[in-house]
Every structure is written in C-alpha cells, then in structure tokens.
C-alpha cells in the first residue's frame, strides 16, 4: 500500500511540471511558468467564494509535544511521537514520511519554496491525482482556522490498482512557500482512524 500511494503522491509535487499545463475540476486551465510561479491560461482571476469556512478553531493536541521543522519553508509540525513514527522523505519534495505505529495510516509533509494562491495548489492536487486515479473525487472542501493559520482542507477518495484510498490533508501557501500536510490510508479505514487523522493534522504550526 505504502510504495503505491507514495509513487502517486510524487505527482502532487509543484516544481517538476514546469511549463506543463492542468485542468482543475473546475475546467480551469492552469500553467507552472519557468520560474516556478502559477497562472490561469485565460488570466482570470480564481473565485473562492464556493468554498465555505468552517467556524469551529481546531487545536493541535496537548499529546502532540514534539515540533519538527521544515528546513524549506516555514512549516512545522507538532508531532505525538508515542503514536507517529516519522523520517526524512524518500522522493522529491516530500520532506518528512510519517506512520502510525504498527497500522496502516501514514502522513506525508510535502514543503516547496514556490508560492502560488492555495485554491490553486489544491487544485493542481486533485488534477495531477486524477491521472492516476481517473476517478479521483474531491468529497470535501473548506477553509479552517488551525492553530491561528488560515488553511484550506481537503478530502479526496480516489481507486488505485483496484484498491480505494482516501487522502486528507491541509493546503497552506505563504510568501515562504507551499506546504500539503497529507494522511493516506484504505477508504475501508477512515472511519476507525478518524480521531488520529484529525489529532496529525492539526499539528500543523508555521515558525
């Protein structure tokens, strides 16, 4: 499971398309110039206006004591390492792999030195996720306010070699970079999961 996921999610990675074109789900056309910036191929302008914020102020847990850096950007992570493993990526731009211990629910934290309007980075995901999942579906979509930052969440649900995944994650861009802070597991596994999903995600700082 881990290897097949991991290979899919190497397309979720920015700098590797230079001046190639993306079709968002929305019909959107979207092209990464040479120096790495994004623009719409019609110059129109991205609404947000569809996607809803959620009220609630989510918290990372008290149980999450360690802070682990991104050495890219300005991401970081607190981590409840008597629950995750983690280590240094083994592909482009993932810069940290994480694992629930001894299951089947791993994280990734994808950190870029590239900025680019986060609808977009969301975007350009769930595309680049579609060409390996041709029915790859975004189920959700909002904005959350997590430990003060001002993030957009996804939920995707895509079928891999016969085998349904689910993916979810935070999307965060600044003038430091772009940042997708991910967890993966069997569609079958959400529901048990749920609770170490949400309490992994919210780590989710800037330094």
Do not use: C
């Not at 996607?51 to 890219?72: E, Q, V, Y």
């Not at 649900?157 to 979810?168: A, K, L, V, W």
Request: aromatic letters at 14%; hydrophobic letters at 35%.
């Amino acid at each position: 499971m881990k290897k097949i996921i991991v290979a899919t999610l190497l397309l979720w990675s920015i700098t590797g398309y230079a001046g190639q074109k993306a079709i968002t789900d929305t019909g959107d056309v979207v092209i990464l110039n040479d120096d790495g910036t994004w623009v719409y191929s019609d110059d129109a302008k991205k609404t947000t206006s569809s996607i809803g914020t959620n009220k609630r102020k989510f918290l990372k847990p008290k149980d999450s004591s360690f802070l682990l850096k991104s050495k890219i950007n300005n991401s970081a992570f607190w981590v409840n390492t008597h629950r995750w493993t983690f280590g240094k990526g083994d592909a482009a731009d993932i810069e940290y792999k994480f694992r629930l211990k001894g299951k089947s629910l791993y994280g990734l934290a994808i950190t870029e030195e590239i900025s680019m309007p986060v609808v977009a980075l969301a975007d350009i995901a769930l595309a680049n996720m579609k060409d390996i999942a041709p029915d790859a579906k975004m189920v959700r979509q909002e904005y959350r306010f997590v430990n003060g930052k001002k993030l957009l969440y996804m939920e995707i649900n895509g079928t891999i070699r016969g085998i349904q995944y689910s993916y979810r994650g935070y999307y965060y861009s600044n003038d430091y970079g772009i940042t997708q802070f991910l967890t993966y597991t069997g569609t079958n596994l959400v529901s048990k999961y749920t609770s170490e999903i949400n309490d992994f995600l919210n780590g989710f700082v800037t330094q």
